[in-house]
């Protein structure tokens, strides 16, 4: 059957049943084009999701009966309070005067409804944050214990106060997790870690108890763990950290700058490591590091920027951190790059003695890097020249604090 169409000549004349499938197709094809994200894998919307706040992955099951489930079966949990979203605006962004004190239940109703809702597929990563306060405290470990019996393979544990918290049991024995990071929090020394598959692991401004002298961080148990970072930790004065860590290839020990300062003086936290299988090494800190035995010919690049917090009348102390440090280069002396702040050439230039006694140990240097750091004590820094004999020198400079350049004396 064919329509004629007023006010048209002959040839303008269309079949209907044509142009009805013809515009079916085009819609079809148009609501295809405005929706590819649903053709989508789950795998795909999922990765997608992960890098939204889970509140927010949440929502998306009002968008069609494809996303109604989706977020059940999500893999990655963002339950991190300072960004979670209360009235669209991130906890960390409001303002304190504007802050809804119903806003921490909410949070925590919100996690335990994700909880009982969600399907009971296996987990990617986890970030979770303790509360201060104190009526919800439990959730942390919930959350901890749910995550590891539903295999989680990276687990973020954030703290803003420094709580002191208990990890549940199971977490010491996990078999599914390959990465770790705690942030701020008081532990005492940890029972044996056996986490087989733990690959990375990230611990940052770890607080001991007052009552602990030694923190011995023992990671035998640890058989693939390739990556350590101790960093912007404090509270250490005086107390030794050992790290036992037979396969670990990349070590990064710092302690906070400022914020380790006693009243006297900074005797600093003494490092004793156990790493036979290290390539890369660094290090910042005011107490000396030392090497457990000679066996670290495996280091390739190392880092060291040693506080200068100097005052007279602890001579020896000071004399005892240069030969401990002195012993570490020794004991790294395969390295074939090595960066030092100009704070620990200070420090090393304080015991000239020691140097000229030392034949250079870095037999294979190649690569020598001096990097500023801090406020520089004096206008004069003398390099060793047992450093520079078999290497190439870099040396940054930049005005310090008191408005004049440093000058380095390189010995010819």
Known sequence: ??????????????????????????????????????????????????????????????????????????????????????????????????????????????????????????????????????????????????????????????????????????????????????????????????????????????????????????????????????????????KTLFVNAPKLKSLEISFDRYRMETNDVNYGCKVVIDTPGLITLKYSGYGPIECSSDDHASVDNAFFDIYNSYKSGYDDMYREHVLLLINAFKAICHAKYLTLSLDTVEVLAMFPSLLDDSQSPFANLKYLKIKPSGLLRSEKVQIPAWWIIQSDVVLTRRQNFAGHRSRWIVPQ
């Open 1 to 238: 059957m064919v329509r004629r169409r007023r006010n048209s000549s002959d040839e303008e004349m269309i079949p209907t049943r044509r142009v009805r499938k013809r515009c079916s197709k085009k819609k079809q094809e148009s609501e295809e084009d405005r929706d590819r994200i649903s053709n989508l894998t789950d795998e795909l919307i999922h990765k997608i999701m992960s890098f939204m706040n889970t509140k927010y992955a949440v929502q998306t099951c009002v968008l069609s009966e494809r996303w109604e489930c989706l977020w059940k079966s999500l893999p990655y949990l963002d339950f991190n309070h300072a960004t979670f979203p209360f009235k669209g605006i991130p906890w960390k962004d409001q303002d304190p005067r504007d802050k809804d004190p119903k806003a921490i239940p909410s949070f925590i109703s919100f996690i335990t409804q994700v909880l009982c809702r969600r399907h009971h597929t296996n987990l990617v990563e986890v970030c979770a944050q303790s509360l201060s306060e104190k009526p919800y405290a439990f959730i942390l470990q919930g959350l901890i214990t749910y995550a590891l019996d539903h295999n989680v393979k990276q687990l973020s544990i954030l703290s803003d106060h420094g709580s002191d918290s208990v990890l549940p049991e199971s977490f010491y024995t996990c078999r599914s997790l390959e990465v770790l990071y705690l942030n701020r929090h008081v532990i005492k020394s940890p029972k044996f870690l056996a986490l087989p598959a733990l690959k990375s692991l990230h611990i940052h401004d770890i607080r001991m108890r007052k009552l602990e002298s030694i923190f011995n961080l023992n990671l035998s148990g640890c058989p693939n763990l390739e990556s350590l970072k101790l960093t912007e930790s404090c509270d250490w004065e005086r």
